[in-house]
């Protein structure tokens, strides 16, 4: 059995690179070259070319992680050579002509997501008094505020971009399944690993699952990383 070093973590919306630090330190500590990329959040090509500028620099295969709206990107990006497996933690995994928009639509939002339309610039804001059920309930209040000053500007452009060429289709695929997620409704998440045929691992925790439960996610990220 061969394991892959390589990890590759791309964030979603309404957060910023920082949530990985709890699964950068387990995978840092056990010996994996890791890598956060920074989501733009402009658009969907814009975040995957940051996940290719990543991979282009690797001499060695790599698992590609990613949470949420980091989902659908990666969906893409999975086709750049170096990418051995996919992981999604609580993610968006579109098919060909799919958007993440169209999935989030295909079950009632619950009543603590806070999810706003877009404004006259054609971002897309999470209502504040919302943030803290509706994204990281598992986590303290004053983690879900810095959550909330730190996140970048997510344009709704890349919510409405279809997926050209889904990786999935040809690569190995791993999930994570946030039992308590108010922002992609298990149910969402479940619909889209079963018809992939991913491999799911069922977690107890909010959206936030990847910052609240880090050592469950991060022992998904190491079976992906171990290919026969």
């Known amino acids: 059995m061969k394991t892959i070093k390589n990890i590759v973590l791309m964030h979603g919306a309404f957060a910023d690179g920082s949530g ?29 070319q940051a996940i290719n500028t990543a991979l282009d620099k690797l ?35 579109p098919g ?18 806070g999810i706003l ?10 209502e504040k008094d919302k943030y803290h059920m509706g994204i990281c309930a598992d986590l303290s209040i004053e983690d879900a505020d810095f959550m909330y000053a730190s996140q970048g500007a997510f344009y709704a452009k890349g919510f409405v971009t279809p997926i050209k060429n889904a990786a999935w289709k040809s690569k190995p695929a791993y999930g994570v399944i946030a039992t308590e997620d108010k ?3 298990p149910e969402i998440q479940e619909a889209m690993y079963k018809r992939s045929k991913t491999i799911a691992t069922y977690v107890k925790g909010s959206h936030a699952v990847y910052i609240s439960q880090p050592e469950l996610v991060a022992d998904v990220i190491i079976s992906a990383s171990r290919i026969d």
């Open 20 to 48: 990985w630090r709890g699964i950068y330190n387990i995978l840092n500590n056990s010996g994996y070259n890791v890598t956060v990329v920074h989501n733009p959040l402009t658009s969907l090509e814009d975040g995957i």
């Open 59 to 93: 001499d060695e295969s790599a698992v590609l992680v990613g949470h949420s709206y980091g989902g659908a990107i990666i969906t893409e990006a999975g086709n750049h050579p170096n990418v051995a497996a996919l992981v999604y933690v609580a993610a968006f995994q």
């Open 96 to 113: 060909d002509g799919e958007t993440a928009l169209q999935w989030i639509q295909t079950a009632p939002p619950a009543p603590e997501n």
């Open 117 to 126: 339309p877009p404004d006259e610039k054609g971002i897309i804001y999470y």
């Open 183 to 185: 922002s992609i409704p």
